[in-house]
């Protein structure tokens, strides 16, 4: 249970970064790190007690294996995650161009 | 034909990749090239739509059937919500395609706007055919992705800074929706739709089960753009290049937002009333704060996403009656009406909203500029601009013999006969509003004498823009055709059916 | 962008092929073993990162580099899709079907049709990649100039 809730300190952690940083290279990476504690909840979920990692050996046979699932979902994720965060950064790069700042409170062009 | 359904997804996959290969070496291949796969799919699409009935296909991807009951392989599922979703998909992509062929020479790197666009496409046709969770998800990403690419697509400081709120909202949706597919694997061990509904029927915990819808609805109301998540699109439906607005506006909300929350509320989890004064409380609100914020806007194009919001309320909205209204267990019929309206409001918007941002894009085109206070006396000059647009605005203020007059007067009918009297009371108040702006519009651009003498030498669009315009113009009023009983049951009844008898889904795929 | 100090680059031309190997390694025995095509190609891709960052890239023709690398993604990905589609001709004829013979579990040539989605996925992953750092490379250095 405790795994469980310190999974949820680090999504708050992530989702206080989004809030209150002003630097957009820092929101980007606090985005992250709220995915990568989605990664970890969907990980945990498929344990299963005394199970040992699901490879299948031919030497022995008849073993408990965690549940593989959440896994490969996790494996794809981190492959969405990986675009999301490239395109942020190509996209705060180009606003630094433009603006030459990164602070968000300067980049404001649109009201209303 | 089932041998079909994996196509609409693999056909744009390999053109975008195509485009993306063959465009720096072959001038103008990407030109020629993804007309015609699009062309392909709405084919395909109608072809479907025509053969499907009352039925539904089921396709199971790598041959993966079900093995003592448990469907553990991938499974794309085509019935009558689906197909319709899938036509609108494929029309509107192709002609917003025939649009942007005279649009996009403006911008630089043209081979990647073709590539992007046929992406978009494949990701939404990828959710509206998938059967399971997870490659709902995995479509979703896809599309959303390669639409916060064509929003920043012409480099300009408000494109940018658009694209960039529209990425940290679509990503902090797309987690909550991670989360919420995550918790309903914890507590039913399958991914499959079907599966999982018949795993609920045998007994779930409600407080469990309220929280992942929960957190359904916070993500794909973000998705959706119904207040109070609506904050990223009045920003990124203004800034995208026109094209691109249209398809964002008229497909995406709907195919990524309305489509998921529909197919997951009514088909995936067992009814339950609190959930559903919820949806039809948030549609409620958006439609009347959409209109009311719309009403101030000088420009065009976030006077138009405002409008959006709008009208997305009206659909979700309807929704929620139907669902409240079988939850109570009487006045079935009424909750068909609702369901029906909601489904025909859908449809209509794509194409009204659709043609509206053409006709923007048609403006900005020539005049390079948004602002209305700047236009002026236009219909002598740009005759085809003005009159499409006189026809859509007519369209979404529910004036008759247009489109938009029925499926608002299906919706308000079900709320009166619902006893629902405040919604049908905000329904019409709604659509006087709306009626306002509109008006505000077409004498702006269109009618009022400018004291612009430059104005006077504006020529009319390029061809394929027209085309594009008059093909949806006409198509509005073809579209109020629908409202004949006859037409509508040939073409919206089975998509009816299938939300109503919710799980009819579940039954129909398991015991294939 | 300079390149690192001398130390740096000649370890990088020694571990820079190992790298590459293990890569491949890890791309090859995905069925038998965790990795597959994701993780094999961002090792694979990371062995090119490794030496441009200690090499420098004016040693390079970006342009070039950045075109070759999103030419060899997308054909890598063509032919993933062509892989599924010839899986409608034969076998079972459905999209997808693992039509090779599957062999004995364990081996390294069994699973079918496994092992060479999994060479082309990490192709296309390490082109992508590369992709993406060269892009953002050229892009710094237009900006600075």
């Not at chain 2, 994996?6 to 195509?18: E, K, N, Q, R, T």
């Not at chain 2, 940290?168 to 919420?180: F, N, Q, R």
């Not at chain 2, 998705?223 to 995406?252: N, R, Y």
Request: include cysteine; charge should be positive; glycine fraction near 8%.
């Amino acid at each position: 249970m405790t795994v469980y809730i310190l999974c949820f300190v680090l999504f708050l952690v992530g989702l206080y970064g989004v809030l209150t940083r002003r630097n957009l290279i820092k929101i980007a990476i606090s985005l992250s790190i709220m995915e990568f504690s989605i990664f970890l909840i969907l990980v945990l979920i498929g344990y299963i007690e005394n199970g040992i990692a699901p490879i299948l050996d031919p030497g022995r046979a008849d073993q408990v294996y965690v549940d593989p699932l959440p896994q490969a979902m996790v494996l794809t994720a981190i492959v969405i995650g990986l675009a999301t965060t490239a395109m942020l950064m190509a996209i705060a790069i180009r606003l630094y161009r433009k603006y030459k700042t990164f602070d968000i409170r300067e980049i404001r062009n649109l009201r209303g | 034909m089932d041998a079909l359904i994996p196509l609409f997804v693999a056909i744009p996959l390999i053109s975008a990749f195509l485009i993306m290969l063959l465009s720096k070496v072959i001038k103008g291949f990407h030109r020629f090239f993804a007309p015609i796969a699009l062309l392909c799919l709405l084919v395909m699409a109608i072809f479907e739509y025509a053969n499907l009935g009352q039925s539904s296909i089921q396709y199971a991807v790598g041959g993966w059937s079900i093995e003592n009951g448990y469907p553990i392989g991938i499974f794309m599922v085509l019935d009558g919500f689906s197909v319709i979703m899938l036509s609108i998909i494929n029309l509107i992509g192709f002609i917003a395609l025939i649009y942007s062929l005279s649009y996009i020479r403006k911008y630089t790197a043209e081979g990647n706007y073709y590539a992007l666009f046929c992406l978009i496409i494949a990701g939404m046709n990828g959710v509206v055919l998938s059967g399971d969770l997870f490659n709902l998800f995995v479509f979703l990403e896809v599309s959303v992705i390669a639409s916060y690419a064509l929003v920043a697509f012409g480099v300009g400081k408000t494109e940018l800074e658009a694209s960039f709120k529209y990425q940290v909202l679509g990503g902090l949706a797309s987690m909550l929706i991670l989360l919420a597919i995550g918790l309903i694997y914890w507590k039913t061990k399958t991914l499959n739709i079907a599966d999982v509904r018949s795993v609920m029927e045998s007994g779930y915990s409600k407080p469990f089960y309220i929280f992942v819808q929960v957190l359904l609805i916070s993500g794909f109301g973000l998705k959706a753009a119904i207040i109070p998540f609506h904050a990223w699109l009045p920003d990124a439906h203004s800034s995208a290049p026109s094209p691109i607005s249209a398809m964002l506006s008229g497909v995406l909300i709907k195919a990524v937002g309305v489509y998921v929350l529909i197919r997951l509320f009514f088909n995936l989890f067992v009814f339950s009333h609190e959930i559903a004064v919820v949806i039809t409380a948030l549609g409620a609100i958006s439609m009347l704060i959409g209109a009311l914020v719309a009403l101030m806007q000088w420009d065009l194009k976030r006077m138009l996403a405002y409008s959006s919001i709008s009208q997305i309320g009206y659909v979700v909205m309807a929704f929620g009656m139907g669902m409240i209204l079988i939850v109570r267990g009487d006045h079935l019929p009424v909750a068909a009406l609702a369901i029906g309206g909601g489904l025909y409001h859908l449809v209509n918007h794509a194409v009204f909203k659709g043609l509206l941002f053409l006709n923007a894009g048609a403006l900005e085109h020539r005049l390079d500029t948004r602002d209305l206070k700047k236009m002026g006396g236009l219909s002598s000059v740009m005759p085809i601009t003005s009159s499409t647009s006189f026809m859509a605005s007519m369209s979404i203020s529910g004036i008759p013999p247009f489109n938009g007059f029925f499926s608002k007067l299906f919706i308000i009918i079900a709320a009166i006969n619902g006893k629902f009297y405040l919604l049908a009371a905000l329904a019409v108040g709604v659509s006087i509003v709306t009626l306002a702006y509109f008006l505000k519009f077409q004498r702006f651009a269109f009618f009022n004498k400018s004291s612009d003498p430059s104005l006077n030498h504006i020529k009319e669009v390029p061809f394929s823009m027209s085309f594009s315009m008059v093909f949806l113009a006409l198509l509005c009023l073809a579209l109020s055709l629908l409202a004949i009983p006859s037409v509508n049951e040939a073409l919206l009844q089975p998509a009816i059916d299938v939300l109503m008898q919710s799980d009819l889904y579940s039954t129909t795929l398991l015991g294939l | 962008m300079e390149g690192m100090s001398t130390i740096v680059k000649k370890i990088t031309q020694l571990v820079a092929g190992l790298i590459f190997m293990y890569g491949i390694y890890i791309i090859m025995h995905g069925h038998i073993s965790p990795g597959g095509g994701f993780a094999g190609g961002a090792i694979v891709a990371g062995a090119f990162i490794l030496l441009i960052l200690a090499f420098g890239s004016s040693a390079l023709n970006l342009k070039k580099e950045v075109g070759g690398s999103s030419n060899t993604e997308s054909v890598a990905i063509l032919m993933v899709a062509v892989l599924a589609l010839m899986a409608l001709i034969f076998g079972a004829k459905v999209f997808l079907f693992n039509f090779l013979p599957k062999g004995t579990p364990g081996e390294l040539l069994s699973a079918g049709v496994i092992p060479l989605y999994n060479l082309f996925i990490g192709i296309e992953v390490a082109g992508a990649i590369l992709t993406i750092f060269l892009a953002l490379v050229i892009f710094k250095e237009e900006s600075s100039k």
